[in-house]
């Protein structure tokens, strides 16, 4: 292990992105002086007759929600992006915009109000996966889409309205920001190398063991040497695939091993209900081949010491590059300890 | 007026980082079901014993303010960056990192723990800038020191951890992702075109006036197109120049009445000390000429809705791009409304 990394301030480079993220190992000892986050770790009954998730419940829309089992998807009530929005585009001078069409939907990832993603066991988790292939598989085939962001936010920190376990699916016409920097940087190195650059990538990780916090037969759980987030981490399909409909046999039920895992592990480092923000980055659905694709998915939990201490990405990371304290390294180290 | 950026979800393109942000206008009608912030709109004391940067007062590390009395700066005690660090890079395989050094400060507006910028006018305002001007021009003159970062956290809910009124100014060695962005797309402009982007598009805006909420002799406040926070601001010279060093005659006053007018704009929008990251973007202080750049400030505020009601960026935001519901155009109307 290189020693400097966990002694001096440094910047450490995304690849996938192209961006720097400043580390300053020595700093994590300051006070902290800032504010502390409400913790609610009440427990939530199975049920709750005001929950608009709950199943059999009146959604604010009027409609109501079916007695459902497992996974339940409905289209999101108040849509960012509709599929039947005005098309129009605005180049004027220097103002430059265009319309975006899409389809917002809202997944339950349980009936059960009490439960969280940590709260189920990978076969649990494995009807989400399938319910998030379906939902991909119908949009991507809807010729609107060209883009399909499965993601969550997890506790009201992370802005999440209802306690309720869900999730989000945002499809739409163009790529985002962040997927555009991703698709840049993997086709870059697929042309150059004719490999995946992240499957390359883990296989020099695999070979280190500095971050790897879990692994079983198709995914491995790691924190990436440029992770932003305190305990920000990353599951990737050993073998390349560009998408989660490439999952075979039972590669859906190690996908939901993986998340399994690394939520619990979440849930007991600061004895809360883990609060984050995850994503599945995938290939996009244009009808490209996309064979430098290699999809993963993200955990970005805000916290930082505690369950009521955060990281706040503000000042100097909003105007600059984002910057953390605690190294990868030893977050992975504190991660691993509590499997 | 283009009446289908008010009417339908598009997204509009940031001609500074080359980046977009998706606009919801349909959305910003949605209920709020989300977490609230704590107010807190305690009336401070002008001195606070135990607030360890007050004037005279002790603090962490065993130093002793001086009895100051306008803006008064020292380097932080927590420095995320250090000169004297050790300098290494790695370069193995895809794992790339390379250190970095700097000078971290802290500034303190003023003597009176009380106040924050939108308590003070113009005139008290300037001596921050003259400070800022100070700081600028020692940090230039340092070969380690290729770039200079003044920015603020104000407010508990942007991660600040005392309410006396400071600043920080961050500065180092590389170009931090934001900046290299801005540089970058500055340079391409200038290259094809001989002159600046920000003043083109400046020139536009105050043809257009439908983005502007004030303006004197040297400066414009407008809400860029392309604003991310639903009540982000920009300050502008009219003249181009590449940082605040250019600043002649009563230019520093009329900066200070920017600052002044728009702080005091926000505090008057949700009745309360309105919360927000600000930051000035300036050349790179690497000694050449930069004649593409522009300098700016930035406000980003966090809130939506109401002093208890912040926008989150969170799950597609982190995962997409940025989005917001309410329009600039319509954010516009509700801060000039209040000067
Ligand atoms: O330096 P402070 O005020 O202790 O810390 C604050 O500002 C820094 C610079 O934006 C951030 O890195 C920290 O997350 C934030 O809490
Ligand atoms: O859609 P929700 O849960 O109401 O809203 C939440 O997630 C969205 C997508 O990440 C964000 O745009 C909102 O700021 C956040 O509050």
């Not at 079916?66 to 999101?76: E, G, I, L, R, W």
């Not at 993601?151 to 997927?179: D, R, Y």
């Not at 390349?240 to 190690?254: H, P, V, W």
């Not at 690394?262 to 995938?282: C, E, M, R, V, W």
Request: glycine share 4%; with cysteine; charged share 25%.
């Amino acid at each position: 292990m290189n020693t400097d990394l966990q002694d001096f301030s440094h910047k450490r480079y995304n690849i996938l992105t192209g961006e720097w993220v400043l580390v300053s190992p020595h700093r994590a000892k300051r006070p902290w002086q800032g504010q502390n986050e409400t913790v609610n770790n009440e427990v939530r009954p199975s049920h709750d007759p005001s929950c608009y998730l709950c199943a059999g419940n009146t959604r604010i829309n009027g409609e109501i929600n079916p007695k459902y089992q497992d996974a339940f998807v409905f289209t999101n009530d108040f849509a960012a992006l509709q599929t039947d929005s005005k098309k129009f585009e605005v180049e004027d001078g220097l103002l430059k915009a265009q319309s975006e069409q899409g389809i917002c939907k809202v997944i339950c990832f349980s009936p059960d109000h009490s439960k969280s993603l940590a709260d189920m066991d990978a076969k649990d988790i494995e009807k989400v996966v399938f319910a998030w292939q379906r939902e991909f598989k119908e949009l991507a085939e809807n010729d609107l889409i060209n883009y399909v962001q499965i993601f969550e936010n997890k506790g009201a920190v992370m802005g999440c309205s209802n306690p309720h376990p869900h999730g989000q699916i945002w499809s739409q016409t163009t790529l985002p920001n962040e997927v555009d920097k991703k698709n840049t940087h993997q086709l870059n190195y697929f042309n150059k190398t004719k490999s995946s650059l992240l499957g390359d990538y883990l296989a020099q990780e695999l070979e280190k063991q500095e971050r790897i916090i879990f692994e079983n037969d198709a995914f491995v759980v790691l924190i990436p040497f440029w992770a932003v987030w305190p305990f920000e981490t990353m599951i990737v399909p050993k073998k390349q695939q560009k998408d989660i409909l490439e999952l075979t046999g039972n590669e859906t039920l190690l996908f939901g091993e993986a998340i399994s895992v690394i939520t619990k592990a979440y849930d007991k480092l600061f004895n809360t209900s883990f609060p984050y923000s995850s994503g599945i980055h995938q290939a996009p659905t244009n009808g490209e081949d996309n064979a430098h694709w290699h999809w993963h998915m993200s955990f970005y939990p805000p916290l930082l010491r505690s369950a009521s201490v955060k990281k706040f990405m503000v000042g100097y990371e909003m105007f600059g590059s984002p910057q953390r304290d605690i190294t990868a390294e030893s977050a992975v180290k504190m991660l691993r300890d509590l499997l």
